[in-house]
């Protein structure tokens, strides 16, 4: 088949992130019904594949695969954990451990939400003091990569913790999977996320969650509070017949198949080394033209940039302080510029701060930035 090299655009958003041709093109197959042995085949390569990334050891661990974004793996985790009577406290640094309560409000369960402020990692003598005071919690929820902020939270000594209380500890690794280098046993976690589009390069529509047998054998006789989210039914079905409950993603799985083959090419450590190689180019860029970084380095897990707004930008480039000269910044001008040139921009989401998002997922490099930085160069000139 003549395949010809599609237009390569640079996201710079937190996922779906710029993916390689190989991949795109690892979508076109022939039809085929995804109940067929060939297709259950591909799903148990997969499986075993997705515990490798994060060396979780097959005989303890089993990947849950869902179709749809990562929110369903929140959703999952949240609704299929916790016994009757039982507590789950969710440590809330930011908006996708915000999700997390707001599901577990949305199933009346017994929430512990400890409200942490969102511009610094969680505080662990806070989580250690909440389990003190709180009895009965049973599941312990943090997110390990704010990627509205961009924080990295440090849930293996909350996982210490958790497992101390004889809790089971869930992390949304959505934005660290194949990404930063972490093994669930190490971090001390029982449950972690992710979803295809976001560290592992591939399509959108294929999420899965990576958790324990022993817990997820015992979760049969949780209550149920969701069908399609359910984690055991999920589990219980992929374990005996070697296929999702539902219609799977079919061609996303083609495409995170490949991705996989890429990912475990190219290893971790290059790859985690690749991304950071990006964070600092996009970091010294910004820094170079005035703007500034809405945290210290020293908090963040260096895959997204957050980028505080100009209040003005002067003939120097960026320029802070509500008296000087020129436009206010406009983010949708800017980003609308720089669409037009192939390079997507995103929003930041830090309460009551004005800042936007530059992120090193997907498969990008240092050059890629360099572009990236000619054409802010251009569309400032432009501007002033
Ligand atoms: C992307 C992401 C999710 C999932 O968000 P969707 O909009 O459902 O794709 C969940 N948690 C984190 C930390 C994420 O970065």
């Known amino acids: 088949m003549e395949r010809t090299a599609v237009k390569r ?3 710079l958003n937190p996922g779906p992130s710029t993916t390689t041709d190989t991949v795109k093109y690892a979508q076109v197959v022939p039809d085929i019904c995804p109940r067929e042995r060939e297709f259950v085949e591909i799903m148990r390569e997969m499986k075993r594949d997705l515990l490798r990334v994060v060396e979780a050891d097959p005989k303890r661990y089993a990947a849950v ?5 990562g929110t369903l793996n929140i959703d999952a985790c949240v609704s299929s954990l916790l016994p009757e009577g039982k507590k789950i406290l969710v440590v809330n640094n930011g908006s996708y451990s915000a999700r997390a309560a707001e599901a577990a409000r949305y199933y009346d369960l017994d929430l512990v939400e400890l409200t942490l402020p969102t511009d610094r990692p969680v505080d662990v003598k806070s989580v250690a003091e909440a389990l003190e005071r709180e009895k009965d919690v049973a599941v312990v929820y943090a997110c390990m990569h704010e990627t509205g902020t961009g924080i990295l939270n440090p849930v293996r000594e909350i996982g210490e913790l958790a497992h101390a209380h004889n809790a089971v500890m869930v992390a949304d690794t959505t934005s660290a999977y194949a990404l930063l280098p972490f093994t669930v046993e190490e971090e ?6 992710a979803s295809a589009q976001k560290g592992l390069m591939s399509m959108t529509g294929l999420s899965f969650v990576i958790g324990r047998k022993d817990v997820l054998e015992a979760s049969k006789d949780y209550p149920k509070r969701s069908y399609y989210s359910n984690l055991y039914l999920q589990y219980s079905f992929l374990r ?9 993603p ?4 083609y495409a995170t198949r490949q991705a ?6 190219e290893g971790i ?3 985690s080394a690749r991304h950071r190689n990006v964070w600092t180019a996009l970091r010294d860029g910004a820094l170079s033209r005035g703007f500034k970084i809405a945290f210290p380095e020293e908090y963040m897990a260096k895959l997204v940039l957050p980028v505080l707004y100009p209040d003005t930008l002067d003939s120097d480039g960026a320029h802070y302080g509500e008296d000087a000269p020129g436009e206010p910044f ?9 669409y037009d040139k192939g390079f997507t921009i995103y929003p930041g989401k830090v309460a009551d701060t004005p800042t936007f998002r530059l992120c090193s997922l997907g498969a990008i490099d240092v050059e890629d930035i360099d572009a990236f930085y000619r054409a802010v160069d251009e569309i400032l000139e432009e501007t002033r």
């Open 9 to 11: 655009n640079i996201l």
């Open 65 to 69: 695969l869902f179709c749809g974004s």
């Open 188 to 193: 001390n976690l029982d449950f972690i996320m």
């Open 240 to 248: 005996d017949k070697g296929e999702m409950h539902f219609t799977p």
């Open 250 to 253: 079919v061609q996303t799985i």
């Open 260 to 265: 996989l083959a890429e990912f475990f090419d």
């Open 269 to 271: 450590e290059k790859k």
């Open 330 to 338: 406009d983010f949708f001008q800017f980003h609308d510029a720089l």
